[in-house]
DNA sequence: TCCACGATTTAACAACTATTGAAATAATAG
DNA sequence: CTATTATTTCAATAGTTGTTAAATCGTGGA
C-alpha cells in the first residue's frame, strides 16, 4: 500500500489543468510515449512551463522518460495511479459489500 | 463523462494531507457516514480547519452532509470519485487491451 | 426565553504554486 | 568545431492555500 504522503504527491501532481492534460495525453498513447516537444505543440504550452509541469508529474512517479536522439519522450505510469486508486478506496464501507458502491471495488 | 474542471477540483481537494484523511475515514464509514464533531476528535483536527476542508470536498461534490439535531453527518459521495478514476483512464493505451496496464479496465 | 453546545464564518498571515521570458545546458548533424 | 534543435534552469511576480483565534449561527433542552 502507498504512503500517504506519495498519494498527496500524485494527487497534487494531477490537480492542475495542464498537468492533467499531459497525464490524459500519456496515458492515452499508452507505453510509448510522446516526445516533450510533440506535447507542447499539441496543448499549446511554452516549453519552460511544460518542462517544469513534467518535473513535477515525474517526482510523484506519475511520469517515465527516457531519452531518444535529442528527444524526450514522457510515457504515463500506470502504477503509481492504480495504487493512489487503491488506497481511496481501501476498507471502503468498512467491508460491507452490500453497502458499498464502487465498482470493481470487492469490499 | 466529468468535465475537466470538475475532476480538477476533486482532485485538488483529495491533494492535501488533512482532507485526505477525510476522505478515506468517510470511504470506511460508508453511507451513514459520521459526526463533524467525531471526525475532528479522530483525526485530531480544530473544528475550524475542519469546517473549511469540509467546504473545499463539498464544493468537489466528494461529501454529502445531512443534519441530525445539533449534529452534522458527512459521508463520502462515490459517484464523483468514480467518475475522476474513469477521467484518468479513459481511451487508456489508445484501446489496444494487450498494452493496458490498467486493472478492471477494458480498454 | 435563555443557555449550552455543535458547527461555521471571518479576517489575517505565512507558506506554497504557476507562469513567463531569458539564459544555460545537452545532443546531434554537417 | 560550429550551428541547430530540444529541453531545462533561473529569477521575478502574481495568485492560491492552510491555519489560527475570535465572532457568529443554529439547534435543542431547562
Known sequence: ???????VRALSALAQPTRLAIYRLL???GP?????????????????TLS??????S?????ESRQDGR????????AVMNGM???LTENCCGGNADACKVPGKKC
Open 52 to 57: 517544469f509541469h513534467f518535473k513535477t508529474l
Open 85 to 87: 486508486v487503491d488506497y
Open 1 to 7: 500500500m502507498m504512503k500517504p504522503a506519495q498519494v
Open 32 to 48: 510509448e510515449g510522446m516526445a516533450a516537444g510533440q506535447i507542447a505543440e499539441k496543448l499549446k504550452v511554452s516549453p519552460a
Open 71 to 78: 528527444f524526450i519522450y514522457y510515457a504515463a505510469n500506470f
Open 27 to 29: 496515458v492515452e498513447r
Open 59 to 63: 517526482h510523484a512517479g506519475l511520469l
